[in-house]
T-cell receptor, first 118, second 113 residues
Framework: DGGITQSPKYLFRKEGQNVTLSCEQN?????MYWYRQDPGQGLRLIYY???????QKGDIAEGYSVSREKKESFPLTVTSAQKNPTAFYLC?????????????????FGQGTRLTVV | GQQLNQSPQSMFIQEGEDVSMNCTSS?????WLWYKQDPGEGPVLLIA?????ELTSNGRLTAQFGITRKDSFLNISASIPSDVGIYFC?????????????FGQGTILTVHP
């Protein structure tokens, strides 16, 4: 079945360490996104990528980095520079603008990774 | 920047009751999306609205795209325990036409059996 897979489901990190969250999709979507979710808040955009080898900062990119070497994969690294990394991280994908008509506005999400700094 | 305001923030209802929630913005949106998030899971798209005044149903769920394009409503009829979760409205961030979305803060729904 087509979908978005995030791994791991739960992740624990010591302060001062970098950690990488995985996101893979087999929907043949061009665009991919990383959102952060904190309790009682909506989703906030960290980074997004419209196409392979290109990505843009979202609203809260500080302390994070990404790469987009393959269409299917968009890993997120939470660096030691991120002051408050404990959160629920969600990866999403959508078709590229101009493809699929209206449906390119719909983003589909993975199951999330809960990161806890210990 | 764009903001989406959802109300109510939370709801506690009895099984079988109908539910209504809404989402408003100071900016015009050309698309409104409604997602549901179960605890510990990613959001799942429930309904997508593309035209002002559009009324769309998905089972017991009905959503409407406001005429002013600055609001949207989601109704759930005859609620059941599995309706529990967080409901988010979302729309394409200003200047984009694809999945880069602005989200409301969510409405937390609790259904008592």
């Amino acid at each position: 079945d087509g979908g978005i897979t995030q791994s791991p489901k739960y992740l624990f990190r010591k302060e001062g360490q970098n950690v990488t969250l995985s996101c893979e999709q087999n929907l043949n979507h061009d665009a991919m996104y990383w959102y952060r979710q904190d309790p009682g808040q909506g989703l906030r955009l960290i980074y997004y990528s419209q196409i392979v080898n290109d990505f843009q900062k979202g609203d809260i990119a500080e302390g994070y980095s990404v790469s987009r070497e393959k269409k299917e994969s968009f890993p997120l690294t939470v660096t030691s520079a991120q002051k408050n990394p404990t959160a629920f991280y969600l990866c999403a994908s959508s078709t590229y603008p101009g493809v699929g008509g209206r449906e390119n506005t719909e983003a589909f999400f993975g199951q999330g990774t809960r990161l806890t700094v210990v | 920047g764009q903001q989406l305001n959802q109300s109510p923030q939370s709801m506690f209802i009895q099984e079988g009751e109908d539910v209504s929630m809404n989402c408003t913005s100071s900016s015009i949106f050309n698309t409104w999306l409604w997602y549901k998030q179960d605890p510990g899971e990613g959001p799942v798209l429930l309904i997508a609205l593309y035209k002002a005044g559009e009324l769309t149903s998905n089972g017991r769920l009905t959503a409407q795209f406001g005429i002013t394009r600055k609001d949207s409503f989601l109704n759930i009829s005859a609620s059941i325990p599995s309706d529990v979760g967080i409901y988010f409205c979302a729309g394409p961030t200003s200047g984009t036409s694809y999945g880069k979305l602005t989200f409301g803060q969510g409405t937390i729904l609790t259904v008592h059996p």
